[in-house]
């Protein structure tokens, strides 16, 4: 098997990256949200995480959300919404149920029809304190 890429695939393995990529940060904004609802500092469980096998560079990234840094991640949330709905599209096309994906596309496009759309993907962490009233960043 070859390691070219054709444009095809090439486009499809972004698809798949940016699936991951983006569950991951919604994961994480729902995280810190639930944490903080459930009386769970989101800076000791940023510091649990990170010692773990679950951090990496996105988790960091939506991590210093909580000290008011935005910009870890430099992709338009309303981007990533478009990504995901062809990844969504893609899973249908090829006859998969994307329970996950639907469910982080739906994480985006709430963000993104709160006003978050042209921000970068950290703003997932702005949505949920405007979905919950919780505040917990600076």
Known sequence: MSTFLTRSTGHIVKLLNNFIAQAI???T???FTVGAKAGID???LVKVISAGPVNNGLFQAMAKTLGGDF???KFELDNARKDLRYYTHL???VNVPS???EAVHQSLSTASNLGFGKEYVP???KA???LTGIKYTL
């Open 25 to 27: 940060c919604t994961a």
């Open 29 to 31: 904004a729902e995280a």
């Open 42 to 44: 989101p800076a000791e």
């Open 71 to 73: 910009a870890g991640l």
């Open 91 to 93: 899973a249908e096309m």
């Open 99 to 101: 329970f996950v994906g």
């Open 123 to 125: 703003s997932l962490v």
């Open 128 to 130: 949920q304190e405007k």
